[in-house]
């Protein structure tokens, strides 16, 4: 190079050659000792922050506002959410308040525990929320059902209600009170289940209170705040680990319960550790295909182990500066390692094959080293140079995630630098390799090796349709914002949650919104209802029963009528000759089919006949074991449905400022904040459900906050973050080499390559399908580097010269610039092969911008520079 700052860089690396190896041991025991430093202030000072709210600004508006309603709502925010679902509501009762009580003990791993239809209030005022015609059928239905609740209270044994079944299949002269085909039907599942060794119970909530006793379905939500540590890497460990068996104490003890765990906290938990197990088989895999490619790279077991050691330092060192200038990772700049890898290796691998060269050319070993330094030397330093000021255009980004990425893995770059030049030469002069011979490949290049010259006109129409197509196909490509849909789909978190999706009153997608006072909130509220997206909404209004004072009068009557009956049921099931009775029982059914009764159907009679009979015969010389779990299983849930009933029964007017603290601290913060929660209408798992959903909110309640609206702001914002990022980072690495070159054509031919491996990526991942997304758009500033170094390695290598006898493409610095880039590939494209689909796309994003980056570079530039007699 001929330009005056090209002269001064050359100068001092000749200089700096010679020191290097004037005191090769001092300087590897210096850089020794400060590695063993780095590593041991970094072992003690260096954090995790594992908060991903945190990774955005929290200037940003949907930061403002999430942060201002967990302030107001805290108990809300980063919950977990324990699904339980079982065959009867009154299982599902059980079973969710047995997991409310067990985690609300743990006061170590959670903060707060609740279940947001269940609790002493809802128990007691739970017939006062049903409309004005539900609670005249239901106390219709239950007066009707009056003598056989009365009957079975002073008989209560299966032998009680076999014998009022049997009156009533015996009545003729007039019509049941009751249907009696629910009550048979029920009966007959019973024996049936126990017939093929399967759990089950009669719910006779559903036989008698159609539903109405607050535990409407057979899936009730338990949501539990835990306390996190964002120190560890799994900051929610703890908490799950607890979670967890408490839900497999509870399973165990209630057959046919089941109960899944997912939430915020549970998803991104669970992601870590299908990240940690994808990752550490891939790391294997990559560590074997790494070790491959340098040896059929280098061929010299010397080479190789000193580009190691120097990786390995560099590591450290840039893990050490890490933890001075930022003092923590956080989730995503802890991927410095993988690009410091992925780019810190190249320089060692330029060095290693052009010291490599000139061995094999006969020069002594410390002339090799010092031609190695002064030749490559000035490439890998603006290499350094043009890579961090990538990484640098990150920090003014709203992305603080990915600025502190930047910040770490620029200064990393300047670390592999020096390194490179300081210990890599070093250990060369002790690791010297002797009669080096020039590597004999297999499959060699033939004419191929002229082809970028040779095809140089088409390459470059072509590259420029090429350019203009990707260009077109880059109008489809996406920013995938949902979270959920990187993680393991087979993960119990997510299948669950994406189950609660579809769900209008359970679904996590809600969004939130405050009002200062309770007028402004009931307006906000029947406005946000008008929404086609919105289901419905929910505020502290609607927790205060219309229509008491008649509903009252309704539920009176039917105390009056159930009097003091339902009492009887808090005792033990009274000992009787169980056998016996269903020996009876079968023989009333079978005098029943025989008088053509009309108080029940007759193919239920039959099935429950041949049941029974089938069932007698299985345990003919049984005791009375299986007939005692036959009245278990039929009658063991009616002491809760009847201890339900009478607990509803004994509501009472209330007014708003009757709610209970633990029920109005839901919606109703201290510094008076009305909460209005906002249910969807539609399926979210469909993304134009999603962004309809968030849309129509936001544009009606600007302040609203939920899940979705981070997702889709935070989409926005990282999008935002990068194209800012890029497009400073292009202008700036064009200034610069324009400024270190002095020459348009040098500077474009670094530039433009790199910019046509970036339109052939988007498009090719656009035909793939594969969308953009929290997880893979990490990989570009790792693409862009490779990229620039690439570019800049190839450019000066044509700029030097070649020999008469020597092509581009069987150079030296192109075997380097294969072999950095096939050595990146291996370390992540076998990510594409993990279960997280997150990493799995960033895998599959990686291994397709190396193999454009390296067509590029190796195909294209050499193209667009002219002949190789331009460069001689």
Same mark, same amino acid.
């Given at each position: ?71 107001? @709502? ?27 009580? /067990? ?63 049997? /009156? ?66 799994? *900051? ?85 500066? +890490? ?7 956080? =989730? ?63 920090? *003014? ?33 002790? @690791? ?43 109008? /489809? ?31 996590? @997608? ?134 339900? =009933?009478?607990?509803? =029964? ?19 913060? *201290? ?27 936001? +544009? ?62 988007? +498009? ?109």
């Amino acid at each position: 190079m001929s330009t005056l700052s090209s002269s001064i860089i050359d100068r001092f690396l000749c200089w700096w050659g010679s020191q290097v190896l004037r005191f090769p041991w001092l300087l590897i025991l210096f850089t020794v000792l400060l590695s063993a430093a780095s590593l041991y202030y970094t072992a003690h000072n260096l954090g995790v922050n594992t908060n991903t709210a945190e990774m955005l600004s929290p200037d940003l508006p949907f930061q403002k506002n999430r942060l201002r309603i967990e302030a107001e @709502f805290p108990q809300d925010a980063g919950v977990i959410i324990l699904v339980v679902d079982a065959p009867t509501p009154e299982e599902t009762s059980q079973a969710a308040n047995l997991v409310a009580e /067990q985690l609300s003990v743990q006061t170590d791993s959670f903060s707060s525990v609740y279940i947001p239809t269940e609790n002493d209030f809802f128990r007691q005022q739970a017939l006062l929320f049903l409309d004005q015609n539900e609670l005249e059928d239901l106390a219709e239905k239950l007066t009707d059902a009056q003598p056989f609740i009365g009957y079975l209270s002073q008989h209560y044994h299966l032998k009680g209600l076999f014998d009022i079944i049997s /009156q009533a299949l015996k009545k003729s002269d007039q019509s049941l009170p009751m249907d009696l085909n629910p009550l048979l039907l029920a009966i007959n599942d019973a024996i049936s289940h126990q017939l093929n060794a399967q759990p089950f119970h009669v719910s006779w909530q559903n036989l008698l209170a159609a539903d109405k006793l607050n535990t409407e379905t057979n899936r009730t939500i338990v949501i539990a705040r835990p306390k996190m540590n964002f120190d560890e890497i799994m *900051p929610a460990e703890h908490t799950l680990t607890a979670a967890r068996k408490t839900v497999n104490l509870v399973m165990h003890d209630k057959p046919g319960v089941r109960i899944r765990i997912t939430g915020e906290t549970a998803l991104e938990h669970e992601e870590l550790e299908s990240v940690s197990k994808g990752a550490a088989i891939a790391g294997i895999a990559s560590l074997i295909l790494v070790c491959t490619s340098l040896w059929i790279g280098l061929r010299s077991f010397k080479l190789l182990l000193a580009t190691f050691i120097v990786l390995i330092m560099g590591l450290i060192l840039t893990a050490g500066f +890490a933890t001075i200038s930022i003092g923590h990772l956080n =989730l995503i700049s802890i991927a410095f390692a993988v690009l410091y890898i992925g780019l810190g290796v190249d320089y060692a691998i330029h060095i290693c094959l052009h010291y490599r060269e000139c061995r094999v050319q006969g020069m002594g070993n410390k002339d090799a080293i010092s031609d190695s330094i002064h030749t490559v030397g000035f490439s890998i330093f603006l290499c350094a140079i043009t890579t961090s000021m990538g990484f640098l255009a990150f920090i *003014p980004t709203d992305y603080s995630g990915v600025s502190e990425l930047g910040i770490i893995s620029a200064g990393g770059m300047f670390i592999g630098l020096l390194i490179s030049l300081t210990v890599l030469p070093a250990l060369l002069t002790i @690791f010297s390799i002797n009669n080096v011979k020039p590597i004999r490949s297999t499959f060699t290049l033939g004419s191929f090796a002229t082809f970028p010259f040779r095809h140089s006109t088409g390459i470059r129409v072509f590259s420029i349709i090429f350019a203009l197509l990707s260009g077109m196909l880059l109008t /489809q490509l996406v920013f995938d914002s949902n979270p959920i849909n990187l993680r393991d789909p087979n993960s119990e978190s997510v299948s669950t949650i994406k189950e609660l999706l579809k769900s209008q009153t359970d679904s996590p @997608f809600t969004l939130s919104v405050l009002a200062s006072n309770l007028e402004n909130a009931t307006k906000l509220a029947q406005k946000l209802e008008q929404l086609p997206s919105v289901h419905n909404t929910i505020f502290l209004s609607d927790l205060e029963a219309k229509n008491q004072d008649e509903k009252l009068e309704i539920i009176e009557e039917l105390d009056l009528v159930l009097g003091n009956q339902l009492n009887n049921f808090d005792n033990e099931l009274t000992e009787t000759n169980t056998k016996k009775a269903l020996l009876v029982f079968n023989s009333n059914i079978i005098e029943a089919l025989k008088n053509e009764t009309t108080n029940a159907p007759r193919a239920t009679l039959e099935l429950l006949h041949k049941n029974i009979t089938q069932f007698l015969n299985s345990h003919i010389e049984a005791d009375n074991e299986p007939y005692n779990t036959l009245e278990e299983s039929i009658l063991g849930l009616l002491p809760y449905t009847m201890q339900r =009933l009478r607990t509803s =029964l004994a509501a009472t007017p209330y007014q708003l400022t009757d709610l209970p603290d633990y029920i109005r601290s839901h919606w109703l913060s *201290p510094n008076g904040l009305y909460k209005i929660l906002i249910t969807p209408e539609k399926d979210q798992n469909k993304v134009e459900n999603l962004k309809q959903f968030v849309a129509e909110v936001q +544009a009606a309640a600007p302040s609203s906050s939920g899940l979705p609206v981070a997702d889709q702001a935070s989409g926005t914002a990282v999008v935002k973050a990068f194209t800012q990022a890029f497009t400073g980072a292009i202008f700036a690495i064009f200034l610069l080499l324009f400024f270190i070159l002095r020459e348009l054509k040098g500077t474009l031919l670094v530039i433009g390559p790199l910019l046509l491996a970036g339109l052939l990526t988007g +498009a090719t991942n656009v035909l793939l399908n594969n969308s953009f997304n929290f997880a893979n758009i990490i990989a570009l500033p790792l693409l862009m580097g490779m990229g620039v170094d690439s570019g800049i390695h190839i450019m000066q290598r044509l700029k030097s010269g070649l020999s008469c006898n020597e092509e581009i493409l069987q150079s030296s610095t192109a075997r380097g610039v294969f072999f950095s880039s096939l050595t990146t590939m291996c370390s992540f494209s076998s990510l594409a092969f993990t279960s997280h689909v997150g990493t799995a796309s960033m895998g599959l994003l990686l291994a397709v911008g190396i193999f454009f980056t390296l067509v590029c570079t190796l195909i294209v530039l050499p193209a667009f520079y002219g002949n190789k007699s331009n460069s001689i």
